[in-house]
């Protein structure tokens, strides 16, 4: 069984999905693993380190996709140098793992299905304690929820901790979360070591011990309806729930130094959930930085992948963050999938049983059928939105 690692060729991507250590592990286990020349150059991963962990180094990038029998990637697929798709040059039969948004670009199922590719998109892996150690949804959302605090403190032109010093005392920053799922969570967590006074809301009640418990104060709105949706996400609201919302976290935006927004809804655009009226409000100097920047923002001001700059407000649009910290965010996401190949190959072979819900779930196309319902719909809806 042989395990191939890809070289991430799209632009900004630094990660890399399998990192030495993990190789080893594999290599233990009687898996042949090959690695592409450079695969871990940007997140400083050697060609020597994974040699030395008992992987074959490749230096030609169609023998890694087209004789693996497990390709393993951080992010989608993408069109070569030469003009190829990288999909083409998969095997039929062989079995891809990474990251193939096919909510977002269910066109990517559709070729995958037709190349008789097996493909697990990692994002739709179960959330469940006992797909815990293959979440790799919430190890890279970690790293974005710490990484956003850092670069709004890098940005506000304040401390964050409170300081009493010689030259008078330093109030501490007012930051404010919004939506404390994985990211959110940790990032009050990192604002707390900072120091900052945190506060935090979220539309899923069930959180709010949780926020307490890093020792942020939780915003509370009654919303006289479900915001749980099957497995632990969050729903759409309705648009009476969304001006109730609005009105309670106007005031707390207002009086913040900081707000961090890192709200989704599984297949559908980000809520928005700070307004134009409301960025108007801030002190001049405040930060804001959304995470939901490539869903759509959070913000009415936010532009993906730009810092912007209204009403003295500086309003970061981040996208990839995961990718800016690549050696711990490839450590996790090397062992999510060493957990996941684990998982699938048996006796040296792949096994899918497709009544576990692990794989079933996150298996979206195999035998030249696309799997999953979801995807299929969004498929059907993309063509239909080509087709008007
Ligand atoms: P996510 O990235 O989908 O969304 C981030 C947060 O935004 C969520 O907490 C959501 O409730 C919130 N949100 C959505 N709409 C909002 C709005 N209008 N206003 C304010 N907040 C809003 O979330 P996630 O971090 O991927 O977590 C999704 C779910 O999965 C959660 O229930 C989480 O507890 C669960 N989870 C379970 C496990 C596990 O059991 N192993 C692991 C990770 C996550």
């Known amino acids: 069984m042989r395990i191939a690692v890809a070289k991430e060729i799209e632009v900004g991507e630094r990660r890399v999905a399998l990192i030495p250590e993990t190789v080893a592990r594999l290599v233990k286990k009687g898996l042949e693993v090959w690695v592409e020349k450079g695969a871990g150059d940007r997140s400083f991963f050697t060609d ?39 999909i083409d040059l998969l095997k039929e039969g062989a079995v891809l793992i990474a990251f193939l948004n096919p909510l977002g670009v269910p066109e990517i199922a559709q070729k995958l299905a037709d190349k008789k590719v097996t493909a697990f998109a990692i994002e739709l892996i179960p959330r469940s304690s006992r797909a815990q150690s293959m979440d790799a949804l919430s190890s890279q959302a970690s790293v974005a929820g710490y990484k956003s605090v850092l670069i709004a403190a890098a940005a506000l032109p304040k401390y964050f901790p409170m300081l009493t010093t ?4 330093i109030a501490p920053a007012k930051v404010f979360i919004m ?30 011990e949780e926020v307490q418990s890093l020792g942020a104060k939780f915003v509370e709105v009654q919303l006289n309806e479900e915001t749980v949706a099957a497995g632990g996400y969050a729903k759409e609201i309705s648009a009476d729930a969304r001006a109730r919302t609005q009105e309670v976290v106007a005031e707390h935006i207002k009086n913040s130094d900081v707000v961090i927004t890192t709200a989704q809804v599984q297949g559908k655009k980000a809520p928005l959930l700070v307004t134009e009226e409301m960025v108007a409000q801030m002190k001049p100097g405040s930060v804001i930085v959304d995470l939901a920047a490539e869903q759509g923002g959070n913000c009415a001001r936010t532009e993906p992948g730009k810092d912007v700059q209204w009403h003295g407000v500086t309003i970061i649009g981040t996208i990839n963050l995961p990718s800016s910290m690549p050696v711990h965010a490839s450590q996790m996401y090397s062992k999510n999938l060493a957990t996941l190949v684990q998982y699938l190959v048996k006796d040296n072979a792949i096994n899918l049983d ?35």
Request: proline residues 2%; glycine residues 12%.
């Open 179 to 208: 939506g404390a799922g994985v990211a959110g969570l940790q990032a009050i967590a990192t604002a707390r070591r900072l120091g900052a006074v945190v506060e935090a809301f979220d539309i899923r009640p069930a959180v709010k």
């Open 48 to 86: 020597e380190a994974y040699e030395a962990a008992g992987a074959k180094v490749v230096d030609d990038s169609a023998a890694i996709w087209g004789e693996a029998d497990i390709l393993l990637k951080v992010g989608l697929p993408q069109e070569r140098e030469d003009g190829r798709q990288e």
């Open 166 to 169: 010689a030259a008078g005392t």
């Open 354 to 388: 497709f009544a576990d819900d692990i794989i079933d779930s996150a298996c979206i196309t195999h035998g030249g059928e696309i799997r999953n319902q979801r995807v299929r719909d969004a498929l059907t809806a993309a063509s239909a939105t080509v087709g008007n």
